[in-house]
Nanobody, 121 residues
Framework: QVQLVESGGGLVQAGGSLGLSCAAS????????MGWYRQGPGKQRELVAI???????TYADSVKGRFTISRDNAKNTVFLQMSSLKPEDTAIYFC???????????????WGQGTQVTVSS
C-alpha cells in the first residue's frame, strides 16, 4: 500500500522559515497531484498549496508570496518551503496525494499522518 511519509515541521519564531517534505512510498507509476493542507486549532482543514504533475500550482491566498511548493516527480516527493511565518500559520500540516497510480489500479486520494508546525509570536 502506498504511504505518505512527512518530515519537517516543529517550532519556529514569527518571521522565521521552515521546510516540510513528504515522500510517497510504494510501487508508484504516477501521481497526478501532491500538496499540503493544514488544520489549525478549532478550524477546518484547508488547502495550503498543491502542485500537479505538469507543474501548475495553486496556493491559498493567505500563503501566497511566503510559501513555495515544489515536487520531485522521480522520487514522488513534495516539498513546502515556508518563510515569513506568522502565528496564524500554526497548524497540523497534512500531505495529500491525488490519483496515485500503481500497477493494479489507482488510489483516488491519500493523506499523510500530519506534522505539527508551531509559530511563536
Amino acid at each position: 500500500q502506498v504511504q505518505l511519509v512527512e518530515s519537517g515541521g516543529g517550532l519556529v519564531q514569527a518571521g522565521g522559515s521552515l521546510g516540510l517534505s513528504c515522500a510517497a512510498s510504494g510501487t508508484i507509476l504516477s501521481i497526478e497531484a501532491m500538496g499540503w493542507y493544514r488544520q489549525g486549532p478549532g478550524k477546518q482543514r484547508e488547502l495550503v498549496a498543491i502542485m500537479h504533475s505538469g507543474g501548475s500550482t495553486t496556493y491559498a491566498d493567505s500563503v501566497k508570496g511566503r510559501f513555495t511548493i515544489s515536487r520531485d516527480n522521480a522520487k514522488n516527493t513534495v516539498f513546502l518551503q515556508m518563510s515569513s511565518l506568522k502565528p496564524e500559520d500554526t497548524a497540523i500540516y497534512f500531505c495529500n496525494a491525488v490519483n496515485v497510480r500503481e500497477h493494479w489500479g489507482v488510489w483516488p486520494e491519500l493523506w499523510g499522518q500530519g506534522t505539527q508546525v508551531t509559530v511563536s509570536s
